[in-house]
């Protein structure tokens, strides 16, 4: 092999399982936004890194379960962008949460709401908040672990995917 070759191992990541059911509504550089609508996504995971002494980037049946404890979270929620700048939301004393959107709003129980540190619930930023998520979940696992890349897809519809990457 030549001075220059790089070889690099990963592992990709994609269960009919790691998937969540959610609703969402996306709102356009335009100020408009989509009818509060739900998905069936999928979330597809790649992962980098040199082999363990096992000669594993890492044990497919632990990276799996941390996958699907946030497709798990997610599941059945509506899924609201915290830091959008015209979108809010409210508690109130009954248990409920105001979403509110120029002239929209919406009361719903406030625990079949998350309010993500995203700026818009669209497949990229879903990847993204998914992405440092299981990043955080890996460190704790696997504090030593050096990542080369970690790449996460999240499918809203066949053919439809936004992905968020990562590169340590």
Not at 36 to 48: A, R, W
Not at 119 to 130: F, P
């Amino acid at each position: 092999m030549s001075s220059e070759a790089r070889e690099s191992w990963s592992i990709q990541v994609h269960k009919d399982y790691l998937k969540f059911s959610a609703a969402h509504f996306l709102i356009f550089p335009d100020g408009s936004a989509e009818r509060l609508h739900g998905h069936n996504y999928k979330v597809y995971v790649e992962l980098q890194t040199g082999l363990d002494r096992h000669g594993l980037v890492v044990n497919f049946k632990e990276i799996k379960p941390l996958v699907r404890a946030i497709c798990d979270e997610l599941d059945e929620h509506l899924l609201i962008p915290g830091q959008h700048p015209v979108l809010t939301t409210e508690r109130h004393d009954d248990g409920s949460l105001e979403i509110r959107y120029r002239e929209r709003w919406y009361r719903i129980p406030a625990d079949e709401v998350i309010v993500l540190p995203i700026s818009n619930s669209s497949a990229e930023n879903l990847a993204t908040w998914i992405g440092r998520t299981l990043r955080e979940r890996m460190r704790a696992v696997w504090p030593e672990l050096q990542v080369g890349r970690l790449a996460v897809g999240v499918e809203e519809t066949p053919g439809q995917r936004g992905t968020w990457m990562l590169e340590e």
